[in-house]
């Protein structure tokens, strides 16, 4: 297949078996009014639907359409990444297959990407028609993702976004991370990041797939990566800085325990045994958890060093894919 491609469209996909005819329709109609030479690559993340068939049916009037379906749920980062490693276009389109994404957005999408030099462009809803179960947490995410990454960004989880070829290239997407790519992608250099306010759709078919359990992984994964970006190549920073304050800090307290028992005794005073105070322990407990801390940050520096492996996913099917 040709490298010389305008535009990729990576789409994960859970369950959406009466959505993805519609989609694909549509896309093909942007695409050919703008003469934007284009993929799309399906993600079926594990559907049990009859999703799968469903785009097997629909290679067959659109040569353009590749897809992987793996044998499980892997997660929508999972997918994401997957389709990144395959896209071909100059201009990476993601968005969901559900159709509260429209694809009417690509155009001005790939137009800003090359008329601004912009490396990734984020969606912003700014409209929603979601419950309020779901836009309360998203507000949330959001606030607490600005704070963290200084990207002033109003909506980190759209899954309508563009991007460079390069930067998708250049950036690994695993656990839940796909409600931070933004900040991935600036942690790997790019930061010319800019917004668009998109439509934001009803959805038409089947049930949302957001649940408590997200909001509790999106939070878990924000202080992973508020981490991960101060000290993913240098853990000991974190750790052993923090170690070695709590032991010279309370070594030099245990010390001055010491020091004043005996300033008491030489007053003539008896204070006793200085493991008779509570201090004491407490001390000595802060000594050994700092120890603890630093060795902690010795072997993940000595991981980080080593460590060169690439995650995996199980895979059932694919479609104009390399195996």
């Known amino acids: 297949m040709s490298n010389n491609l305008d535009v990729s469209i990576v789409i994960p996909l859970l369950n959406e078996e009466e959505s993805i005819p519609e989609l694909t329709s549509w896309i093909n109609r942007v695409c050919q009014d703008n003469n934007?030479?284009?993929?799309?690559?399906?993600?079926?993340?594990?559907?049990?639907?009859?999703?799968?068939?469903?785009?097997?049916?629909?290679?067959?009037?659109?040569?353009?359409?590749?897809?992987?379906?793996?044998?499980?749920?892997?997660?929508?980062?999972?997918?994401?990444?997957?389709?990144?490693?395959?896209?071909?276009?100059?201009?990476?389109?993601?968005?969901?297959?559900?159709?509260?994404?429209?694809?009417?957005?690509?155009?001005?999408?790939?137009?800003?990407?090359?008329?601004?030099?912009?490396?990734?462009?984020?969606?912003?809803?700014?409209?929603?028609?979601?419950?309020?179960?779901?836009?309360?947490?998203?507000?949330?995410?959001?606030?607490?993702?600005?704070?963290?990454?200084?990207?002033?960004?109003?909506?980190?989880?759209?899954?309508?976004?563009?991007?460079?070829?390069?930067?998708?290239?250049?950036?690994?997407?695993?656990?839940?991370?796909?409600?931070?790519?933004?900040?991935?992608?600036?942690?790997?250099?790019?930061?010319?990041?800019?917004?668009?306010?998109?439509?934001?759709?009803a959805r038409k078919y089947g049930t949302t797939k957001f649940g408590l359990n997200r909001f509790i992984n999106g939070m878990l994964d924000l202080v992973t990566l508020s981490m991960v970006s101060r000290f993913q190549r240098r853990p000991m920073h974190f750790f052993g800085t923090l170690g070695t304050l709590m032991f010279i800090t309370s070594g030099i307290a245990l010390m001055a325990m010491g020091v004043l028992k005996l300033y008491r005794l030489a007053q003539g005073f008896r204070p006793g045994l200085v493991a008779d105070d509570p201090w004491f322990y407490i001390f000595l407990t802060a000594m050994v958890l700092g120890t603890q801390l630093f060795v902690t940050g010795l072997l993940a520096e000595l991981m980080v060093r080593q460590s060169n492996k690439k995650v995996h996913y199980s895979i059932s099917e694919v479609l104009n894919v390399k195996e």
């Open 36 to 201: 934007f030479s284009s993929e799309i690559i399906f993600i079926d993340d594990g559907s049990t639907d009859n999703s799968w068939n469903v785009i097997l049916d629909l290679e067959k009037d659109y040569s353009f359409i590749r897809a992987i379906r793996f044998r499980r749920n892997h997660g929508k980062s999972a997918a994401l990444h997957v389709g990144f490693q395959e896209a071909l276009g100059e201009v990476v389109i993601t968005m969901d297959a559900d159709l509260q994404d429209s694809p009417d957005e690509i155009p001005e999408l790939v137009r800003r990407i090359d008329s601004e030099n912009l490396d990734l462009i984020s969606g912003w809803k700014k409209k929603r028609y979601d419950p309020i179960s779901k836009t309360i947490p998203t507000k949330l995410f959001n606030w607490a993702a600005r704070r963290m990454s200084g990207i002033k960004l109003h909506d980190f989880n759209c899954g309508l976004k563009a991007y460079k070829n390069e930067v998708i290239k250049n950036i690994e997407v695993q656990g839940e991370m796909h409600r931070y790519i933004p900040v991935l992608a600036k942690m790997s250099g790019f930061s010319n990041i800019g917004e668009q306010v998109v439509q934001h759709q």
